[in-house]
């Protein structure tokens, strides 16, 4: 899965309703994004702390061929009697993000839904501590199209020195703008 100009091929699935590509542990408070106070490389369809409880198999990742479906099914908050989230995350290979909210009852206005890079400088939230998740909800978040691109992508010229560097813009899928960009 590509994130932020990195490719993943495994994924940490977090009860408190994340997803990240690392070994950090899991993180009960959410906070802002982006920001230091969530996991590198940080997928948040609705991070929360969520309760499982004991022996409760409540998340399930699929991957049908074309998509990575992660699906929380009835999880309660903690210490929220009588919440129920069910709730998905769907990674897409071109890097599409998707959140899906079946069923949000209870308190939903204490969570954070967004996504972040491994510097935790980097990402985008959607909703931090408000009212915003609800029954039959969709996110979608996309990638901007990589639009420029160099080759070699890095290295080292000594001094006297040169290298040709061959640059590529493809402006397919982008509007008229101005576009700043690295390569």
Known sequence: FPLYGRRFTHVKVCTNGYLQFGNEGATFVNAGLPGTGGPRNMIAPFWDDLHF???ANRAYVRFDGT???????????YNDVGSVMTFQAILYP?????FQYLRMQGFT???????QDSTRLVGLMVAFNQDYVRDSLAVRIVPLPQWLSGEPAAGLVPPGGRQTVTL???ATGLGTNRYVGRA
Do not use: L, N, Q, Y
Not at 67 to 75: D, E, G, L, P, Q
Not at 94 to 98: D, I
């Open 53 to 55: 409880g004991a022996g």
């Open 67 to 77: 998509r990575c479906i992660v699906s929380w099914i009835a999880v309660p908050r």
């Open 94 to 98: 071109s890097g599409e993000v998707r």
């Open 109 to 115: 206005a204490s969570a954070t839904v967004g996504v």
């Open 168 to 170: 590529h813009m493809d």
